[in-house]
């Protein structure tokens, strides 16, 4: 499994100072939680490791190889993204919309294959969506259209899982069960980096934690180094309550 | 995407614009029985059969099926590049800058050629109006593109209703019917033909490309499509099915916007079944058409686009109504 390392790397917000450089490393097994106010660029940050946007300085690179140089189809295989928002302009079916990770294994002239199937129809069990398969994405709840992107990236089986919010639009069990399905994917060799908004589920299921804040500041390091409330009240400017439930820190606003 | 069997509609397809052609060049003003078409298509028959099927009705029927392909492919490439079902190549304007060049030439006084090659610059050049101004300085995205098409397009009628108004009449029917779209004039089918059987066997390698586009260039980008080149190849292939088609049949509205999306409303929306199927169906309602354009009001024709508009709206509309 390929390893993703930023050097000195700046992503490129307009009109903000640099603040810290990231040197970030995503090793296989890890999952990675990036907390953040809303606007601190989490989602700039998440499209910048995955080569889709410039950065502003600094250096990206797929194990040791820089991530410019590396074919788009490539890099595909390698590393995968659920976006934020997507895009629904023509109909297409659960299954349908699944299959299209399997894009970057499949040459021009190739057609879906069986095995291409087989992997959707898993992705689609594993996220509690195949009952779903031959329904019209756009006709889904936010919860189950945010379960088919996850099993689209599934599907498309990349060994670096960059994912915007994952958890959003989710209910309690699917939250639980999409954060096990990540940390189940990092055990069996793959890298996980996410955003997120729920102390709890980063503290419950994230061992790597990046706080970004607002002016550019940025620490990342062992969850339970960097879950502490001072950090995070100053981290949302909000007051928390934390108590330890568990093993686990568990955060409630004060 | 995942067809159980991409052969079947193909296959009705195929029939269909085969028994379409089949009619077209049987029926008209002197109509032909089906034993006397059919020996003339086998290359016997009598000889002025043969000149009215082969020569005069042949070189029409091959040219409204290959205006019609050409249109609809079209339509359907705009769509995926702009990510809109509404995108067509008269909504952008291309057809617009078209009229403009082949009436300016008209109103010179051309013929022929002339207005042909004038109409195919005027396409060209909204084309790349149309892409330049909406690339402007920042990003190129689909709604801007869409609105720059729809603003241009609006520029391109004012300019046609200018040109009309300083015509002298005598010479304003033969704009009209331009305008309207006609067949009458198309003389040779072959290049537009080619260029249709070029595109669509281009679609098959480019077919799933495509459809990743669809769902957006960023998620396009993160599944390894090299979303920025994809875009200018399909957006200059569609720029040059239009440029043909206009060439060949003066401004024959609708089909770019119908045919796509009723086809996507029966087979869903695999770019690699979509674009051949719109091919095919788009050559078969225009060939329809331009039969019918021939015999309602004979000895005297109606421009196709006429037709292609009154059969077209209704239609669309009720599939609209219909779906979900």
Redesign the interface.
Known sequence: MAILTTEELIIDIPGRAPGVPLNLSLQPGQVWGVLGPNGVGKTTLLHTLAGLREPRSGELSLDDKPLTEIRRKLVSQQMGLVFQDRQDGFPATVLETALIGRHPWLSPWQMERGEDLAIAEQALEALDVSHLRDRLVNTLSGGERQRVAIATLMTQAPGIWLLDEPTNHLDLRHQTSVMKLLRNQAASGRAVFLCLHDLNLAARWCDQILLMFPDGQACWGPARDMLVAPALEKLFGQRLLSAELDGFPVFVPG | ??ISSPLKPMLVLVLASLVAGFLSVSIGSSAIGIEDTLRVLAGSGSELQQTLILDLRLPRTLSAFATGGLLAVAGALM?VLL???LADPYVLGLSGGAAVGALLAMLAGAAGYLVSGSAFAGAMLATLLVFGLAHGSGSWTPSRLLLTGVVVAAGWGAVITLILSMTPASRLPGMLYWLMGDLSHATTAWPGLVILVLVCLLV???G??L??L???S??A??????VRPLEWLIYLMASLLTATAVTMAGAVGFVGLVVPHML?LAL???Q?LILPACALAGGTLLVLADTLARVVIAPEQLPVGVITALIGVPTFLYLLYRS?
Do not use: I, K
């Open positions: 995407m995942l769509q990510r809109n079902p098959f390698p480019l799933r490309a459809n990743v669809a769902r957006g960023l998620q980008a993160a599944l390894g499509v090299s996507r869903g929306n695999d690699r979900r």
